[in-house]
Nanobody
């Protein structure tokens, strides 16, 4: 079994930065994708930034402000979020395709005050 655990959420002011981290643990043979989704209040979950076999994809709304990166040795993925805006307030979920199966973390709250 594989588990994803997120960390790094919190409350910040608009314009500030946060760094989210997610660590995968368990019986891991192959990691194809790791990244981040989010669900804002009253909205559906959406993809924010993902890395699939070294190629990064970003939502248009975060392009240029968010950076996703992998720590391959430790099966981790990070999301550096700069110049945060109130509309970035959401629960951020780590997502990974490991051993050909998709997994989700439990989420971490990010709140951006104006």
């Amino acid at each position: 079994q594989v588990a994803l655990v997120e960390s790094g959420g919190g409350l910040v002011q608009a314009g500030e930065s946060l760094r989210l981290s997610c660590k995968a643990s368990g019986r891991i043979f192959r990691v194809r994708t790791m990244g981040w989704h989010r669900r804002a209040p009253g909205m559906q979950r959406e993809a924010v930034a993902t890395l699939t076999e070294g190629s990064a994809d970003y939502a248009d709304s975060v392009q240029g402000r968010f950076t996703v990166s992998r720590d391959y040795a430790n099966n981790m993925v990070h999301l550096q979020m700069d110049n945060l805006k109130p509309e970035n307030t959401a629960v951020y979920y780590c997502y990974a395709v490991i051993n050909y199966t998709g997994y989700w973390g439990k989420g971490t709250q990010v709140t951006v005050a104006s």
